[in-house]
């Protein structure tokens, strides 16, 4: 079976280097090629495009920026699914919106091949412990095909939603909401412990040991208290698209999310003041 | 050394059993006195007011609704404070405004007797598990004397949070705050995951066991997929009272809590709505 890796960014660059190391082999396609170097010198061999990497393998994975940036590799003559084989599976990584895998799904349908929603939570240095959580949706047999090469690429666990892949890209939009909000409850407490004259390290040592010990209020929390928002491990800008996604989401179904309309605005606002490229708790600077 | 136990209501009963069974003897006072039945039953002693309660103890714990309730047990000819001996503490757990404990702690010290705050966080089941959590802030020696008896009363751990009596309440005010968001992020979680076609239980199952692997997701999460919001475990118009005082203390130290400000709305709406005496999760009902 031959594997391939289509982006190698923050986050796919060290989930290609999982893959490669547990199977010596790996086809590796980067739009800029100076990114695949890390790879190849590890023994990955480098494509010339989306085209050549899809006719060698029958296991594509992706992670791309956004959905157009999906769309990009995956449609027209020389996309993933034009040059696929017939019964090939593409296992998509990035955070998209559902509508976009239900597309992609049909249209790989129609060419005999898989399209399967393999969204990730975590960060860079979750990648390189092998520490992810891949949550995963689609047809079962291609799920079958891919769940062990999830676990290659970094996935200490892998969570299934079922056969319609758009399912798996819900669940990681509502899971970087809750995210989200998280950051945003936390801020907002430990400003008011602040101003209030408690310590809000006190504060936040109490919560993260009884109700809240739970990774995301330690690890956010700690950014947060020590304010170190850059260099960014989520970027603010990252941060901002996915909200959108989420909105976008909840006009399409007509779900109601206050929480998720004021992150909108905050996180817009910051953009707009020039910290796109801070992390994303940085949002915690603008509270008054 | 005696010690006396003001309030007997849904929390401060079993509290107070608690302390019974491990200090053999106890004064208890409630304004309904049917509610004090269950603990003269296993052997505590009925005051007929607080005066008297006062007079006969060295430790006077209390918790009573609200600041205007605890007001009217401490102060005056009747109160705590004019009639407790010197040297005496008053533990007080009510959730109350920071700026009640100041001026309650000063008029302990005209009277050479202590005001010590000790907000508690647990539900009383958690009461009866005897896995309460105790805030503590006050006068070293007085967290001297009472530490012991906070774990006698059901304290799990006791959290210290320094000299000053209000840093207790601003810690439990913050912390209320983190969970009543930590409701809302899930209502609105969940909500979008169910519009979305996806099993919110799959959802909540696995950031529960990931990121979110914390207590208030966990049980939370667990009322809001059942939406069992009667009985309430803890009402929403207590919540929206503790609402209201964290946006008090907000304005006062002029903190920005925008997330703050939307629970407020919402709960309000909420009561308005008749719903104030089911859970304060039921927020989550009004998300369309």
Same mark, same amino acid.
């Given at each position: ?10 986050? +796919? ?38 085209? #050549?990497?899809? #006719?060698?393998? %029958? ?7 956004? %959905? ?93 939603? +079922?056969? %319609? ?33 408690? %310590? ?20 956010? +929390?700690?950014?947060?208290?020590? #304010? ?9 800008? &990252? ?27 905050? &996180? ?21």
């Amino acid at each position: 079976m031959n594997i391939g890796f289509i982006g190698l960014g923050n986050l +796919g660059l060290p989930i290609a280097e999982n893959i490669l190391k547990k199977r010596a082999q790996l086809f590796v396609y980067n739009r800029t090629q100076s990114k695949a170097q890390p790879l190849a010198d590890k023994g990955a061999l480098v494509c010339n495009n989306v085209r #050549e990497l899809s #006719e060698r393998c %029958d296991v594509v994975f992706s992670i791309v920026s956004d %959905d157009t940036a999906l769309d990009d590799i995956t449609l027209g003559k020389n996309g993933i699914v034009e040059n696929l084989k017939a019964g090939g599976v593409h296992v998509s990584i990035s955070t998209i919106l559902p509508a976009t895998a239900t597309r992609l799904t049909a249209k790989h349908k129609e060419r005999n091949s898989h399209y399967l929603a393999a969204p990730v939570m975590g960060r860079p240095e979750a990648a390189r412990a092998e520490k992810l959580n891949f949550l995963v949706a689609g047809e079962p047999p291609a799920i079958a095909i891919v769940k062990p090469l999830l676990k290659d690429a970094g996935g200490a666990a892998v969570w299934e939603f +079922g056969n %319609d892949a758009a399912a798996a890209n819900v669940a990681k939009l509502c899971t970087n909401f809750l995210i989200v909000s998280a950051i945003e409850g936390m801020a907002e407490g430990i400003n008011l412990a602040k101003k209030s004259g408690v %310590d809000p390290h006190t504060w936040m040592n109490m919560v993260t040991q009884t109700l809240f010990a739970a990774p995301v209020y330690i690890n956010y +929390g700690n950014i947060l208290l020590k #304010e170190t928002f850059q260099p960014a491990g989520f970027a603010l800008k &990252l941060g901002l698209k996915d909200v959108n996604l989420v909105m976008e989401q909840s006009r399409k179904v007509a779900a109601q999310m206050p929480i998720g309309e004021l992150m909108r605005e905050r &996180l817009s606002a910051c953009v707009a003041n020039g910290m796109g490229d801070y992390d994303w708790t940085a949002v915690a600077l603008t509270l008054k």
